[in-house]
């Protein structure tokens, strides 16, 4: 019960004389009366000290002291206050604190209840970046050297953001733009509030997990997670450690795409890659269509100029080599029928006919080597070419037609229909299959089911 000021004691008053009736107070009573006049009076505070003795006890709860140069003060930060807390409270650290003295009678003592707490001169949230920056890069996740490289032209690609945000329209609108054929796998999740942290980082396990169960020709490459901007406190479920660690541990190569170019989150850095704009990520993990043909034109040419060079080269040493057989010859021709011995002898090393037959030994070297290169080198060139026109291949409309896929044809227009509302009963419709075509009539049409 409050007792009044006119009911509280004046402890401060002068003593009574001897011969006055004394008032005797009991421990309790004196504590209970002091703990009334500190409540009553100071009631809800804010203090500035440096924590010292910080424990977390098991129960979640926070107790330590705040000091100064000349006292200190008990303190208790109970669970509901502090989960809250973004950064780490550990001694040496200066804050300010908000909260209400209360006085323990059982142990005769007073000590701040805190409800809030705020490092001093850095705001919380920066603080608890720095210091979770700090703790990652010493763990390495930070490291360039765990850096994946992001797969060219990759056929299936991992979304991991919000269905409602702009990000996701962004990164669809320039993947179809660039190479609509691309398979996309979306994991949503929310991406900033209560529970967005946990979201994000299942989201990215889950497709992580599916991965797994499937053959690699039909895995997910790479894998985009992000949102489009905001202010640092939208932004913060990608500075949290549990998504930094979920993409840390990912097998799936990860593109981070988060806010705008000036914002740097935690999960930049821990990333395979970081992207400045969700549509920038899209940008760089998706060339443009037309270039990749006009790369298949280069490396055709390129094989073409290669193999004709190679043939110049046989040529000029083919020519050379005759050459050199016709000067040989004119030499021993001019000999002098004085020096018959000697040039006899000569003869015998320079006989055209030996000289022949040693150089069309080398000639048949040289062709068995040039022909090799030449083989070597074309199945290469072959072997890079097939395998961007299987990939072009697995990419194609008909092939997905080929998988059981179909597609529907707005008669006599040809448009595609995307939406059963567009259709009216009695229109003509045309189904292209893999192999042919069905011509019908709608009998009903029906909304999105």
């Not at 002291?65 to 006292?71: G, H, Y």
Request: glycine residues 8%; proline residues 4%; contains cysteine.
């Amino acid at each position: 019960m409050i007792k009044s000021a006119k009911d509280t004691p004046d402890l401060f008053k002068e003593p009574m004389g001897l011969d006055n009736k004394r008032h005797i107070y009991t421990v309790s009573q004196i504590t209970q009366d002091i703990k009334l006049i500190l409540e009553n009076t100071f009631g809800e505070v804010w203090i500035e000290g440096e924590v010292s003795n910080f424990k977390a006890h098991p129960s979640g709860h926070f107790y330590f002291s705040l000091k100064d140069k000349e006292a200190i003060l008990k303190t208790a930060m109970f669970n509901w206050a502090n989960k809250e807390v973004k950064f780490k409270i550990e001694d040496g650290l200066k804050v300010i604190c908000f909260g209400r003295i209360d006085v323990y009678p059982p142990h005769g003592e007073y000590k701040l209840i805190i409800e809030k707490i705020e490092p001093k001169g850095i705001g919380s949230l920066q603080l608890a970046l720095e210091q979770l920056k700090q703790k990652l890069e010493k763990e390495g996740l930070f490291s360039a050297q765990h850096k994946r490289p992001i797969p060219y032209l990759p056929s299936r690609i991992g979304i991991v953001t919000s269905l409602s945000g702009a990000a996701i329209k962004d990164i669809l609108k320039v993947l179809d733009r660039r190479f609509s054929d691309v398979h996309i796998i979306i994991k949503p999740a929310q991406v900033q509030g209560e529970g967005a942290k946990q979201e994000i980082a299942q989201a990215i396990k889950d497709l992580n997990n599916y991965n797994e169960s499937l053959p690699p020709p039909e895995r997910i490459e790479v894998m985009i997670v992000g949102r489009g901007g905001g202010s640092i406190e939208d932004l913060w479920s990608f500075n949290e450690e549990i998504v930094a660690r979920a993409i840390y541990n990912s097998k799936i190569p990860v593109i981070s795409a988060v806010g705008h170019e000036r914002d740097v989150t935690i999960a930049d850095l821990v990333a395979d890659i970081r992207a400045a704009t969700p549509s920038v990520a899209a940008e760089i993990v998706v060339p443009k269509k037309e270039d990749l043909k006009d790369k298949l034109i280069t490396l055709a040419e390129d094989l073409k100029r290669t193999g004709q060079e190679i043939t110049l080269d046989w040529e000029d040493d083919l020519t050379d080599l005759v050459h050199r057989l016709n000067l040989a010859a004119a030499h021993t021709l001019e000999l002098s029928a004085g020096d018959f011995n000697g040039t006899y002898r000569k003869l015998l090393l320079l006989n055209p006919m030996a000289m022949l037959e040693r150089y069309q030994e080398k000639i048949i070297d040289f062709t068995r080597q040039l022909s090799l290169r030449i083989g070597h080198f074309l199945k290469l060139k072959q072997a890079e070419f097939s395998g961007i026109a299987e990939k072009l291949s697995s990419l194609s409309p008909l092939n997905i037609l080929g998988r059981g896929y179909s597609i529907t044809f707005q008669m006599p227009t040809g448009e595609i229909i995307k939406d059963a509302t567009t259709v009216k009963g009695g229109s003509l419709i045309k189904t292209r299959l893999h192999k042919g075509t069905i011509l019908s009539q709608v009998k009903e049409a029906g909304g999105n089911s």
